[in-house]
C-alpha cells in the first residue's frame, strides 16, 4: 500500500530538480504554439503548460513558433497581484540564456496617474475600473532606457492583463527575431536557450493599500472590507511580513515544430 506514495513523492522530487537547475535558476521547456495562444487576458488556452511555483506564489508558461514567443504568468496572491497592476511588471529576456537585461517589456507602464488598486477588494470587481489605464508599455534596451509606446503602436509584441476568479492572468506575445517591420525582439531561434526574467517594482505602502487603506481604482465609494477572505487576511501589506518584490528568471529551452 505504500510502495504507490513512494513512487509518486520520488516523481515530485524529480519534477521539481528537473525544474529548478543547481544555480537556483528555474529550467523549463517551451511547448510549440500550434497558433493556440492569443493575447486576450485568458489562460483558458494554457493548461498544462502552466508550471506553477510554490515561491514566488505564481504559475509561468512559456510557447513558442517560429515568429514569436509567448508568455503566461498568472497568481491568486494579492499582494502581487497588487504589485502588477499598480506599478507593473518587466519581462526580461536573454538571448545568451542567462540573466543578461539585453531587452525588457515593462507593462503596464504609468506616467503620474497609476492606480492605487486595494488588493483587499476582489480583483474582478475593480477590474473593469483600472483596465483603462493600462494603455503604455515601455521597452528597454540593453542601455537601459526606455522607449514608450502605446500598446497599439509596438509592432509585433501583444501584451494584455486579465482577471479571473482564479486571479490575475498576465500574457506576452514579442518577436523571436527582428525584421524591418518588428525592430524589438528577443534575438532568438526556435530550438534556442533563452533567459527570460519577472520583475516588478518596489512601491510604497500606499501604492499597495490605497489611502486610508480603501481602493481608489476600481471601485465606487469606499473600501468594502473582507475582500478575499475578509479585512487582515492573506498577506500583510505593510510592514516587516510584506512580501518580497517579484524577481525571478527562468532558463527555457525553445521548441521546433512536432513531426
Given at each position: 500500500m505504500k510502495r504507490p506514495k513512494f513512487i509518486s513523492l520520488a516523481l515530485a522530487a524529480t519534477f521539481i530538480s528537473t525544474l529548478?537547475?543547481?544555480?537556483?535558476t528555474i529550467e523549463m521547456a517551451s511547448s510549440w504554439n500550434d497558433n493556440a495562444v492569443k493575447i486576450d487576458g485568458s489562460n483558458a488556452e494554457w493548461g498544462s503548460s502552466l508550471k506553477p511555483l510554490s515561491d514566488?506564489?505564481?504559475?509561468i508558461g512559456i510557447r513558442n513558433d517560429a515568429q514569436f514567443l509567448y508568455v503566461c504568468l498568472t497568481t491568486q496572491d494579492p499582494f502581487y497581484e497588487a504589485q502588477i497592476i499598480n506599478g507593473g511588471l518587466t519581462v526580461w529576456f536573454d538571448p545568451a540564456g542567462q540573466q543578461e537585461k539585453s531587452l525588457g517589456i515593462r507593462f503596464p507602464n504609468y506616467g503620474e496617474n497609476a492606480p492605487h488598486w486595494n488588493p483587499r477588494e476582489p480583483l474582478t470587481a475593480s477590474f473593469p475600473f483600472l483596465e483603462p489605464s493600462f494603455r503604455e508599455l515601455a521597452i528597454i534596451g540593453p542601455d537601459g532606457e526606455p522607449e514608450l509606446f502605446s500598446v497599439v503602436e509596438a509592432k509585433g509584441i501583444k501584451v494584455k492583463i486579465g482577471a479571473t476568479e482564479s486571479g490575475l492572468v498576465y500574457e506576452m506575445q514579442v518577436p523571436l527575431k527582428p525584421s524591418d517591420t518588428m525592430r524589438h525582439a528577443v534575438g532568438a531561434t526556435e530550438t534556442q536557450t533563452v533567459g527570460i526574467g519577472f520583475e516588478t517594482a518596489e512601491l510604497g505602502g500606499d501604492r499597495l493599500q490605497g489611502p486610508s487603506g480603501r481602493a481608489t481604482?476600481?471601485?465606487?465609494?469606499?473600501?468594502?472590507r473582507g475582500g478575499r477572505g475578509g479585512a487582515g487576511a492573506g498577506p500583510s501589506l505593510d510592514g516587516a511580513g510584506r512580501p518580497e518584490v517579484l524577481d525571478l528568471?527562468?532558463?527555457?529551452?525553445?521548441?521546433s515544430p512536432r513531426q
Open positions: 529548478i537547475g543547481c544555480s537556483g514566488p506564489p505564481v504559475a481604482a476600481g471601485t465606487r465609494g469606499g473600501g468594502r528568471w527562468t532558463k527555457v529551452l525553445l521548441s
